[in-house]
């Protein structure tokens, strides 16, 4: 892949953040919630003081292929879910667990 369309891939899912963002907080304006340039160190979305208080988390935007392990993780921790919602915890080696959850129902929990 091109690192242009590297680039463009990266920033649909950050532009996709941002409006949920801020479809999930309607007080909050543009300016509250913004996307950073690609090649800029640092988090992906800047949150204003105001922005920060209700969402109180640093962005980091991936969008790789490399993740489908993780996947088929999450697909095997829906099956026969029902109702409940699938999470997936993990855990490398000399590191912190982490938990995954659809963005859609982690956007519930932050609201």
């Known amino acids: 892949m091109k ?6 891939k990266a920033t649909r899912l950050q532009n996709f953040v941002r409006d ?5 907080f309607p007080h909050l304006k543009k300016r ?3 996307c950073v340039e690609n090649y800029l160190p640092g988090p992906d979305i800047i ?3 105001v922005g920060t208080k209700l969402i109180p988390y640093q962005w980091e935007i991936k969008s790789q292929e490399k993740m489908r392990t993780i996947y088929q993780w ?3 921790a ?3 879910a029902n109702r409940l919602t699938p999470v ?8 912190e667990p982490l938990v995954i959850l659809e963005f859609k129902h982690f956007i519930d929990l932050i609201k």
């Not at 690192?3 to 463009?8: D, F, G, I, L, T």
């Not at 949920?20 to 999930?24: G, N, P, W, Y």
């Not at 997936?88 to 590191?95: E, P, S």
């Open 74 to 76: 999450h697909k095997q």
């Open 20 to 24: 949920r963002l801020l479809k999930a």
């Open 32 to 34: 509250d919630v913004v």
């Open 3 to 8: 690192q242009r369309s590297k680039r463009a």
């Open 47 to 49: 949150l204003s003081k």
């Open 88 to 95: 997936v915890c993990c855990k490398m080696n000399t590191r």
């Open 78 to 80: 829906s099956k026969g």
